[in-house]
T-cell receptor, first 116, second 113 residues
Framework: EPEVTQTPSHQVTQMGQEVILRCVPI?????FYWYRQILGQKVEFLVS????????KSEIFDDQFSVERPDGSNFTLKIRSTKLEDSAMYFC??????????????FGSGTRLTVV | AQSVTQLDSHVSVSEGTPVLLRCNYS??????LFWYVQHPNKGLQLLLK??????LVKGINGFEAEFKKSETSFHLTKPSAHMSDAAEYFC???????????FGAGTRLFVKA
């Protein structure tokens, strides 16, 4: 069964450093998403991406965050200057060409980001 | 505006007994609703989805859910719990475009032997 692949599975970074979280969505999917889950809290929507641009973003997704699809297969989330409160599990997801409304998302297994 | 409320943060059942995980939603649009499961240290797996077709939806691993518009509910059930069902379950509502989804806070299911 097709999978969404995320790397690395765990990343530790110093506060103030830049991190890039990587995702390889399912090949025929056209919608891509990032979510995060702070330990013990809800899964929160960060951003959705379609046709090489952001289609929607949450209040969490401020100027320190950016997303990119650099090469037609990878989908990345960059955090420019990490803060302690960015420590969370970050999930990438992708959905069918007709959108998540009908088919739901396929999630990756997540990247646990720890900011120290 | 959309919201989703999972009425129980923890549910504990004995193996072989029925499971009921409760979810209420609100949505300005005709919603799509999903249940996802998260096993420890794993990603989120889609269990089942409602997208305005049949109101009783069957998913994987024997789970099903019924969409009740009058009650704005989408409760998840399983006739007989198995030890491997122990996990966190999330009810999710999606808006018309499907770009943004709202997750419930999650219900942790414990299954006792």
């Amino acid at each position: 069964e097709p999978e969404v692949t995320q790397t690395p599975s765990h990343q530790v970074t110093q506060m103030g450093q830049e991190v890039i979280l990587r995702c390889v969505p399912i090949s025929n999917h056209l919608y891509f998403y990032w979510y995060r889950q702070i330990l013990g809290q809800k899964v929160e929507f960060l951003v959705s991406f379609y046709n090489n641009e952001i289609s929607e973003k949450s209040e969490i997704f401020d100027d320190q965050f950016s997303v990119e699809r650099p090469d037609g297969s990878n989908f990345t989330l960059k955090i420019r200057s990490t803060k302690l409160e960015d420590s969370a599990m970050y999930f990438c997801a992708s959905s069918e060409p007709t959108g998540a409304r009908n088919y739901g998302y396929t999630f990756g297994s997540g990247t646990r980001l720890t900011v120290v | 505006a959309q919201s989703v409320t999972q009425l129980d943060s923890h549910v504990s059942v004995s193996e072989g007994t029925p499971v009921l995980l409760r979810c209420n939603y609100s949505s300005s649009y005709s919603p799509s609703l999903f249940w996802y499961v998260q096993h420890p240290n794993k990603g989120l797996q889609l269990l089942l989805k409602y997208t305005s077709a049949a109101t009783l939806v069957k998913g994987i691993n024997g789970f099903e859910a019924e969409f009740k518009k009058s009650e704005t509910s989408f409760h998840l059930t399983k006739p007989s719990a198995h030890m491997s069902d122990a996990a966190e379950y999330f009810c999710v509502v999606s808006n018309t475009g499907g770009f943004k989804t709202i997750f419930g806070a999650g219900t942790r299911l414990f299954v006792k032997a």
